[in-house]
């Protein structure tokens, strides 16, 4: 193995990072190697996002380091930043494709904005990006004709138009019927091995996430509370993992929002 395979293409050691004086990231380290389909499980409003904002530089953590390929992130001057953030490709649940533009030009928009490849290479490239994700022939559709399915796929081709290196999915099969969700979490393991890429996944599809990661990382009071392999999660006797692979109402993540004792409430005056 060389220096570069050994070398993690995200590396978190011991971030912080809080909206005000919340902290919402306390003290956070994870690994992901290249190649590696890792999904990333917790409950609402646990940090999910925020780590994938952390990840692209779009907030600074109050202290911890936070690698991308290499390269430190946070202390990233704006130019160097942006350089990065072309090589990271975004899908998110309402990364919604422009309504006012069809299948073809959503999915040659990255192209035109980012490269000054010429007409004929953007409609090859187009097309091949389409045909990757089973839609080639749909390219003239406006984005009102095709199914929720559909409209993902190709939010997904525009994704990995630029050949990221990591790809950063938020949510990608909420909203989708089963049949979908299945097509979707096949795609993104495919792309990923054809494409050479490495992804993150925050889902909570526990069943298609299974099926597709190699690795599940449970998010937990800021933190790594765990980092199981799919197997591990089927096993594991964890509560808090139980809850999740379960899907039980109540556990470690309670189901009542915090309150003062009932009786005390109701028989106060
Ligand atoms: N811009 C913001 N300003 C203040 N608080 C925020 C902001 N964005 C998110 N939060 C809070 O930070 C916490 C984590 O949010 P988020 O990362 O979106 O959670 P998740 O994606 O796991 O559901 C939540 O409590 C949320 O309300
Ligand atoms: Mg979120």
Redesign the pocket.
């Known amino acids: 193995m060389s220096a570069s395979e050994a070398t993690p293409l995200i590396d978190m050691k011991n971030v912080r990072f809080g909206?005000?004086e919340r902290l919402?990231i306390d003290g956070l380290s994870l690994t992901v190697r290249k190649g590696e389909i890792v999904a990333l499980m917790?409950?609402?409003?646990?940090?999910?996002?925020?780590?994938l904002g952390l990840l692209g530089g779009r907030i600074q953590p109050i202290s911890g380091e936070i690698h991308v390929a290499g390269q430190n992130v946070p202390t990233l001057a704006r130019k160097e930043l942006y350089t990065l953030r072309r090589r990271i490709g975004m899908l998110f649940q309402f990364g919604a494709l422009f309504t006012d533009l069809n299948v073809f030009d959503n999915v040659a928009f990255p192209y035109r904005e980012q490269t000054d490849l010429p007409e004929p290479v953007i409609r090859d490239l187009v097309l091949m990006k389409l045909e990757a994700v089973g839609l080639r022939g749909a390219h003239p559709l406006m984005p009102s004709e095709l199914s929720g399915g559909m409209a993902r796929r190709v939010a997904l081709a525009r994704a990995v138009a630029l050949d990221p290196m990591l790809m950063l999915y938020d949510e990608p099969f909420t909203g989708l019927d089963p049949i979908s969700v299945g097509i979707v979490g096949r795609l993104i393991k495919r792309l990923n091995s054809a494409m050479g890429m490495t992804s993150l996944i925050?889902t909570h599809d526990l069943t298609e996430t299974l099926r597709i990661a190699d690795r599940v990382v449970m998010?937990a009071s800021g933190r790594i509370h765990s980092d199981l392999s799919p197997e591990g999660m089927h096993s594991s006797t964890d509560p808090f993992v139980r809850q999740f692979a379960d899907g039980l109402p109540d556990g470690p993540v309670p189901f009542h929002h915090p309150a003062r004792p009932y009786a005390e409430e109701l028989f106060a005056r």
Not at 42 to 51: I, Y
């Open positions: 909206y005000g919402i917790g409950g609402s409003g646990s940090g999910k996002t925020t780590l925050v998010l």
